[in-house]
């Protein structure tokens, strides 16, 4: 099955640092990503959605300046946290599909802990 | 390795009958479980959660059901109504990480 890859899986820096995820699609063409964010004991919430050599659509109440996403190519997709600070400290998880009317294809996640 | 799978990749079901989407997990520490729907073109949105403690819980039409010993989940949807018809994730929570599973297209045909 088609496989999404997701780095790194676990980071952890100080306070300050803007930190940068990748999601890659290996084995297909992700015209779409989607972005995710996980906290504790809630379910999983949309932060925002990129086509390919589009700006990303962010959902309402995620900060466009704090949370940077580039989808430049049909294989690649990153977020960049800026100016991390503690309550960014989550479960992030992006998905990728090259077919709206297809199943997406969800990574492994990325756990950030901002010190 | 996959920790969450659903074995089926598609269903299709007569209007008004039972939905039973499957499940199954291999790791035994996970919190809780949940499930979400997604449509074409959105993000998946949350449907219902199960608790690693508890064997069912229901929502209106939708109820979920943890076997345990079998690590085995699923979802039934009664009556099935068009508007079910989406991809459906499975997904497993250990604190603050979710796996998803690679879903399972429903067809509820009218």
């Known amino acids: 099955g088609a496989v999404v890859s997701q780095h790194p899986s676990w980071v952890i820096c100080k306070s300050g640092t803007s930190v940068k995820i990748e999601c890659r699609s290996l084995?297909?063409?992700?015209?779409?990503m989607f972005w995710y964010r996980q906290f504790p004991k809630q379910s999983l919430m949309l932060m925002a959605t990129s086509n390919e050599g589009s700006k990303a659509t962010y959902e309402q109440g995620v900060e466009k300046d704090k949370f940077l996403i580039n989808h430049a190519s049909l294989t690649l997709s990153t977020l960049t946290v800026t100016s991390a600070h503690p309550e960014d400290s989550s479960f992030y998880i992006c998905s990728g599909t090259g077919d709206l009317n297809q199943p997406q294809h969800f990574g492994d996640g990325t756990r950030l802990s901002i010190l | 390795d996959q920790q969450v799978k659903q074995n089926s990749p598609s269903l299709s079901v007569q209007e008004g009958r039972i939905s039973i989407l499957n499940c199954d997990y291999t790791n035994s520490m996970f919190d809780y479980f949940l499930w979400y729907k997604k449509y074409p073109a959105e993000g998946p949105t949350f449907l219902i959660s199960i608790s690693s403690i508890k064997d069912k819980n229901e929502d209106g039409r939708f109820t979920v059901f943890l076997n345990k010993s079998a690590k085995h989940l699923s979802l039934h949807i009664v009556p099935s109504q068009p508007g079910d018809s989406a991809v459906y994730f499975c997904?497993?929570?250990?604190?603050?990480?979710?796996?998803f599973g690679p879903g399972t297209s429903l067809s509820v045909i009218p």
């Open positions: 084995d297909f063409q992700a015209t779409t």
């Open positions: 997904a497993a929570v250990k604190y603050d990480k979710v796996i």
